[in-house]
Protein backbone atom coordinates (compact mmCIF):
# COMPACT_ATOMS: atom_id res chain seq x y z
CA UNK A 1 0.00 0.00 0.00
CA UNK A 2 1.18 3.13 -1.18
CA UNK A 3 1.85 6.40 1.82
CA UNK A 4 -0.97 8.09 -0.24
CA UNK A 5 -3.36 5.28 -0.59
CA UNK A 6 -2.71 4.49 3.37
CA UNK A 7 -3.62 8.27 4.14
CA UNK A 8 -6.73 8.68 2.26
CA UNK A 9 -7.38 5.56 3.99
CA UNK A 10 -7.00 6.54 7.68
CA UNK A 11 -8.25 9.80 7.11
CA UNK A 12 -11.26 9.15 4.62
CA UNK A 13 -12.38 5.74 5.99
CA UNK A 14 -12.80 6.80 8.94
CA UNK A 15 -15.12 7.16 12.26
CA UNK A 16 -14.09 11.00 12.46
CA UNK A 17 -14.73 11.83 8.58
CA UNK A 18 -18.08 10.30 8.43
CA UNK A 19 -19.13 12.84 11.95
CA UNK A 20 -18.04 15.52 9.62
CA UNK A 21 -20.21 14.56 6.90
CA UNK A 22 -23.42 14.14 8.98
CA UNK A 23 -22.63 17.67 11.13
CA UNK A 24 -21.59 18.93 7.84
CA UNK A 25 -24.48 18.21 6.47
CA UNK A 26 -26.61 19.48 9.32
CA UNK A 27 -25.21 22.96 9.20
CA UNK A 28 -25.46 23.36 5.50
CA UNK A 29 -29.39 22.70 6.39
CA UNK A 30 -29.11 25.19 9.26
CA UNK A 31 -27.50 27.49 6.90
CA UNK A 32 -30.44 26.75 3.94
CA UNK A 33 -33.38 27.23 6.84
CA UNK A 34 -32.39 29.88 8.33
CA UNK A 35 -31.93 32.15 4.86
CA UNK A 36 -35.33 31.65 4.76
CA UNK A 37 -36.68 32.82 8.05
CA UNK A 38 -33.72 36.03 7.86
CA UNK A 39 -35.43 36.52 4.57
CA UNK A 40 -38.52 37.34 6.03
CA UNK A 41 -36.30 40.55 8.02
CA UNK A 42 -34.02 41.14 5.24
CA UNK A 43 -33.38 41.43 2.15
CA UNK A 44 -31.91 38.10 0.37
CA UNK A 45 -28.28 38.98 -0.27
CA UNK A 46 -27.86 39.66 3.37
CA UNK A 47 -29.80 36.38 4.56
CA UNK A 48 -27.20 34.54 2.44
CA UNK A 49 -24.41 36.12 4.13
CA UNK A 50 -26.15 35.94 7.62
CA UNK A 51 -27.08 32.58 6.83
CA UNK A 52 -23.90 31.16 6.03
CA UNK A 53 -21.90 32.31 9.14
CA UNK A 54 -25.28 30.85 11.36
CA UNK A 55 -24.51 27.70 9.20
CA UNK A 56 -20.44 28.18 9.97
CA UNK A 57 -21.16 28.57 13.50
CA UNK A 58 -23.10 25.98 13.56
CA UNK A 59 -20.62 24.01 12.20
CA UNK A 60 -17.77 24.61 14.08
CA UNK A 61 -20.03 24.39 17.42
CA UNK A 62 -20.59 20.51 16.19
CA UNK A 63 -17.23 19.95 14.64
CA UNK A 64 -15.72 20.61 18.24
CA UNK A 65 -17.92 18.60 20.26
CA UNK A 66 -18.94 15.69 17.88
CA UNK A 67 -15.69 15.32 15.39
CA UNK A 68 -12.78 16.91 16.84
CA UNK A 69 -12.87 15.85 20.51
CA UNK A 70 -9.61 15.31 21.34
CA UNK A 71 -8.16 18.81 20.11
CA UNK A 72 -5.91 20.31 22.33
CA UNK A 73 -5.54 23.96 20.79
CA UNK A 74 -7.40 26.78 22.19
CA UNK A 75 -10.83 27.51 21.10
CA UNK A 76 -9.75 31.43 19.80
CA UNK A 77 -6.98 29.88 17.61
CA UNK A 78 -9.57 27.22 16.69
CA UNK A 79 -12.15 29.68 15.37
CA UNK A 80 -9.49 32.00 13.70
CA UNK A 81 -8.55 28.66 11.49
CA UNK A 82 -11.66 27.30 10.90
CA UNK A 83 -12.48 30.65 9.08
CA UNK A 84 -9.57 31.13 7.10
CA UNK A 85 -10.06 26.84 6.26
CA UNK A 86 -14.03 27.89 5.55
CA UNK A 87 -12.81 31.14 3.12
CA UNK A 88 -10.90 28.41 0.95
CA UNK A 89 -13.64 26.05 1.15
CA UNK A 90 -15.63 28.76 -0.33
CA UNK A 91 -13.25 30.05 -3.32
CA UNK A 92 -12.35 26.27 -3.89
CA UNK A 93 -16.71 25.77 -4.63
CA UNK A 94 -16.82 29.26 -6.67
CA UNK A 95 -14.23 28.69 -8.91
CA UNK A 96 -15.29 24.99 -9.21
CA UNK A 97 -18.67 25.60 -10.00
CA UNK A 98 -18.20 28.65 -12.05
CA UNK A 99 -15.14 26.63 -13.99
CA UNK A 100 -18.06 23.70 -14.41
CA UNK A 101 -21.06 25.75 -15.75
CA UNK A 102 -19.71 28.41 -17.57
CA UNK A 103 -16.58 26.91 -19.08
CA UNK A 104 -16.45 22.95 -19.10
CA UNK A 105 -20.03 21.99 -19.57
CA UNK A 106 -20.64 24.15 -22.64
CA UNK A 107 -17.28 22.60 -24.45
CA UNK A 108 -19.18 19.35 -23.82
CA UNK A 109 -22.31 19.82 -24.56
CA UNK A 110 -23.71 19.30 -21.63
CA UNK A 111 -27.21 21.77 -21.08
CA UNK A 112 -28.81 20.66 -18.58
CA UNK A 113 -29.43 22.01 -15.32
CA UNK A 114 -25.42 22.60 -15.25
CA UNK A 115 -25.54 25.13 -13.02
CA UNK A 116 -27.18 22.76 -10.45
CA UNK A 117 -24.83 20.29 -11.47
CA UNK A 118 -22.03 22.27 -11.43
CA UNK A 119 -23.09 23.90 -7.92
CA UNK A 120 -23.58 20.40 -6.43
CA UNK A 121 -20.12 19.44 -7.18
CA UNK A 122 -18.48 22.86 -6.33
CA UNK A 123 -19.80 21.98 -2.76
CA UNK A 124 -18.99 18.54 -2.45
CA UNK A 125 -15.06 19.07 -3.43
CA UNK A 126 -14.02 21.66 -0.29
CA UNK A 127 -15.84 18.55 2.00
CA UNK A 128 -12.21 16.48 1.37
CA UNK A 129 -9.88 19.35 1.65
CA UNK A 130 -11.67 21.06 4.26
CA UNK A 131 -11.87 18.05 6.46
CA UNK A 132 -8.36 17.94 6.09
CA UNK A 133 -7.47 21.44 7.24
CA UNK A 134 -10.16 21.20 10.00
CA UNK A 135 -8.53 17.90 11.38
CA UNK A 136 -4.72 19.55 10.99
CA UNK A 137 -5.20 23.28 11.39
CA UNK A 138 -9.01 24.39 13.04
CA UNK A 139 -8.62 21.50 15.56
CA UNK A 140 -5.18 20.23 15.79
CA UNK A 141 -4.08 17.76 18.71
CA UNK A 142 -6.41 15.93 17.13
Do not use: E
Request: no cysteine.
Amino acid sequence: MTRVHAVVKQSFFSKDFLMFLLTGGFAAAVNWGSRIVYNIWVPYSVAIVVAYITGMITAFILAKLFVFTKSTQSTARSVFFFTLVNLVAVLQTWAVSIGLAYYLFPRVGLNWHTRDIAHLIGVAVPVFTSYLGHKKWSFKGH
